[in-house]
């Protein structure tokens, strides 16, 4: 699977075996929120912070082609459900496997949430675009979330690892699900998990020290990398949070050395 080899390696680092991801797949969910009005600015702004690959809707690819400034990965998102539905939770596909490849990406993402009443369907779509992304060389990233009635908490350890070893099960090649809360319990998803595993920056927090504190726990664990969004885009300055964050995960920076450098005056 060479081909699928080559565009792994265009989104996720080759000598740290690392990635980081930001994805703004959020305008369907959510419509055109804080840092995601002019897409072209932002997916600027990532990119030359440092960012491996950004995830986003075809129709945003198809708005025009960059033409200019640092080079960064694409993901094309292929599932969608919006806040306005009577189950936000129910993703259902809106983007092909061939789509993706006309339009240029490099790798695609489907998002699935467990222990929603659509589950069933979800899962089907997981196992199906597997297949399909198997017989292109495609690589899947699979966003694996336990939300539903019978949730009681998306953060607790065994559904968390249970989530990232059906996604791996399924044939996705990267794992993306939230962060645990701690290295000692993120380590059981990483070891229980036999594909890499990235986490999710969930919503917005109040200070960079949790944004630092929370990739340097995940890594310590063992993740592969991160694919924060709101935490990135909607940053004071994302050029350079997305830079502090790609030194934590390709350089083994410290929780210090990343928020000395995120104190400093922007240029």
Not at 6 to 19: G, P, Q
Not at 195 to 217: L, N, Y
Request: with cysteine.
């Amino acid at each position: 699977m060479i081909g699928k080899q080559i565009r792994l390696e265009r989104i996720m680092d080759r000598n740290s075996r690392r990635t980081v991801i930001v994805p703004m797949d959020h305008g369907i969910t959510m419509g055109p929120i804080p840092g995601l009005a002019k897409m072209k600015d932002t997916v600027d702004q990532v990119a030359a912070g440092g960012a491996n690959a950004i995830i986003i809707h075809k129709g945003v690819v198809e708005s025009g082609h960059r033409g200019h400034g640092s080079d960064v990965g694409l993901i094309i998102h292929l599932s969608g459900s919006t806040i306005l539905a009577p189950d936000p939770n129910a993703k259902v596909l809106v983007c092909s496997v061939e789509e993706a490849i006309r339009l240029g990406a490099d790798a695609v993402s489907i998002h699935v949430n467990l222990g929603s009443d659509d589950e069933k369907e979800m899962l089907k779509d997981l196992g199906s675009t597997a297949k399909i992304t198997h017989d292109w060389g495609m690589p899947l990233v699979a966003m694996m979330y336990t939300r539903g009635p019978k949730i009681k908490n998306e953060y607790e350890p065994k559904v968390v690892k249970h989530a990232a070893r059906i996604g791996a099960e399924l044939g996705a090649d990267i794992i993306k699900v939230v962060y645990t809360g701690s290295p000692e319990t993120f380590s059981e998803v990483v070891e229980g998990c036999f594909v890499p595993v990235v986490i999710a920056g969930g919503e917005k927090m109040e200070t960079d020290r949790q944004v630092v504190e929370m990739v340097k726990g995940a890594l310590d664990a063992g993740s592969s990398g991160v694919s924060i969004g709101r935490n990135a885009f909607q940053h004071k300055n994302p050029k350079k949070i997305v830079w502090a964050i790609s030194q934590l995960v390709h350089y083994n920076w410290s929780v210090e050395q990343a928020l000395d450098y995120l104190e400093t005056k922007d240029e």
